[in-house]
C-alpha cells in the first residue's frame, strides 16, 4: 500500500511539473495581418450631424460646470 501510494504521488507529481512548460499567455500575430483591412473612406457630416454634436457638447458644457 505505501509503494503504491508513493508511485502514484511521483506520477501526479511529474505531470504537474510537465504540464505547464511552454505557454504562451499571447497568440501568436499571423505576419502580415495589418495588409487585410481597409479603413472606409471618410464622409463629411451633413447639417443635421453638426447641429446634434454641437447640441451635445453645448450640453456637456453646460453640465460640466
Same mark, same amino acid.
Not at 508511485?7 to 495589418?34: F, H, M, Q, T
Given at each position: 500500500? $505505501? $509503494?503504491? /501510494?508513493?508511485?502514484? /504521488?511521483? @506520477?501526479? #507529481? ?6 505547464? %512548460?511552454?505557454? #504562451? =499567455?499571447?497568440?501568436? /500575430?499571423? +505576419?502580415?495581418? *495589418?495588409?487585410?483591412? +481597409? @479603413?472606409? *473612406?471618410? =464622409? ?5 450631424? #453638426?447641429?446634434? @454634436?454641437?447640441?451635445?457638447?453645448? =450640453?456637456? =458644457?453646460?453640465?460640466? %460646470?
Amino acid at each position: 500500500m $505505501k $509503494k503504491t /501510494l508513493c508511485l502514484l /504521488l511521483a @506520477v501526479l #507529481s511529474a505531470i504537474c511539473l510537465s504540464a505547464c %512548460k511552454d505557454v #504562451s =499567455e499571447e497568440p501568436e /500575430l499571423n +505576419r502580415g495581418y *495589418d495588409s487585410n483591412f +481597409r @479603413v472606409p *473612406d471618410p =464622409e463629411p457630416m451633413t447639417a443635421e450631424d #453638426s447641429a446634434f @454634436v454641437a447640441a451635445q457638447q453645448a =450640453e456637456y =458644457e453646460q453640465n460640466a %460646470k
